[in-house]
């Protein structure tokens, strides 16, 4: 699992759970960019409320990791983020 979760750009260590996702061929792409720029969330100024990935940020890192933001895999990643900024707010009320 571990080398599983470093392939996708995540941490190895995270912690387990009984929960299985399965990801999509097609979406491996938007996973390892989301999970490479999981320090590159922007945050309201005053309330602190999660607003986003920062998309010049993103923008660098899928350059870096080799991979075309254009087209699905931009709307993955907006799907993907758009799930994470949700259950940020979960949490955060």
């Known amino acids: 699992m ?3 979760l ?6 190895a260590d995270i912690e387990a759970r009984d929960e299985r996702i399965e990801i999509l ?8 960019v989301v999970g490479a720029c999981a320090t590159q969330w922007r945050f309201h100024p005053t309330s602190g409320v999660p607003l986003g990935l920062d998309y010049g940020a993103v923008r660098e890192a899928a350059s870096w990791m080799g991979i075309d933001l254009s087209g699905r895999v931009f709307d993955d990643l907006r799907g993907i983020e758009a799930g994470i900024r949700e259950e940020l707010m979960r949490r955060w009320h």
Do not use: T
């Not at 061929?25 to 390892?32: E, N, Q, S, T």
């Open 2 to 4: 571990g080398d599983q």
């Open 25 to 32: 061929p097609d979406m491996i792409d938007a996973v390892r």
């Open 6 to 11: 470093r392939m996708l750009g995540l941490p």
